[in-house]
């Protein structure tokens, strides 16, 4: 699997926060983890919540499994979910990435078929990320109507 990884746009970073149902299912949003990384910093505590239930099929799942586990654990990736101190470190050092208010920090992963948008906090005591996970023709067509 072929993994990309840039800074949002500002017109994406309002991708990774709810939006309209209308506007979230032709965007083709399948539906958004949310995940903290808990008191210690090492733990990665998540839940998952639906969009589209039509479009979370077994292939959408591997490859999304695939995806955390990757900017978790791989090297490649710099580990940038290992922990909070990863995630606080690659956040420090891609400024590029922040919203302008030091508390958020937006990355686009792409894949062939999917985009992942994470909005990402690397605050103790604050949900440490959200990732919308999108059918990646389908936010870019929206995005080019923005």
Same mark, same amino acid.
């Given at each position: 699997?072929?993994?990309?990884?840039?800074?949002?746009?500002?017109?994406? !970073?309002?991708?990774?926060? &709810?939006?309209?149902?209308?506007i979230m299912e032709r965007a083709g949003c399948i539906g958004?983890? !949310?995940?903290?990384?808990? &008191?210690s910093g090492k733990g990665f505590f998540s839940t998952w919540n639906d969009y589209r239930r039509d479009l979370k099929t077994q292939t959408f799942k591997t490859e999304f499994d695939s995806v955390i586990n990757s900017l978790r654990f791989d090297a490649a990736y710099d580990g940038i979910l290992k922990d909070r101190f990863a995630l606080s470190r690659y956040c420090y050092t891609h400024p590029d990435t922040s919203y302008g208010n030091n508390l958020e920090y937006g990355i686009r992963v792409d894949t062939e078929q999917y985009a992942y948008?994470?909005?990402?906090?690397?605050?103790?005591?604050?949900?440490?990320l959200y990732c919308y996970c999108y059918e990646r023709e389908w936010i870019d067509e929206i995005l080019e109507t923005v």
């Amino acid at each position: 699997m072929n993994i990309t990884i840039r800074p949002l746009t500002p017109t994406e !970073r309002g991708f990774t926060y &709810s939006q309209r149902l209308e506007i979230m299912e032709r965007a083709g949003c399948i539906g958004y983890l !949310r995940a903290d990384m808990g &008191s210690s910093g090492k733990g990665f505590f998540s839940t998952w919540n639906d969009y589209r239930r039509d479009l979370k099929t077994q292939t959408f799942k591997t490859e999304f499994d695939s995806v955390i586990n990757s900017l978790r654990f791989d090297a490649a990736y710099d580990g940038i979910l290992k922990d909070r101190f990863a995630l606080s470190r690659y956040c420090y050092t891609h400024p590029d990435t922040s919203y302008g208010n030091n508390l958020e920090y937006g990355i686009r992963v792409d894949t062939e078929q999917y985009a992942y948008f994470m909005r990402l906090n690397p605050n103790k005591g604050e949900y440490n990320l959200y990732c919308y996970c999108y059918e990646r023709e389908w936010i870019d067509e929206i995005l080019e109507t923005v």
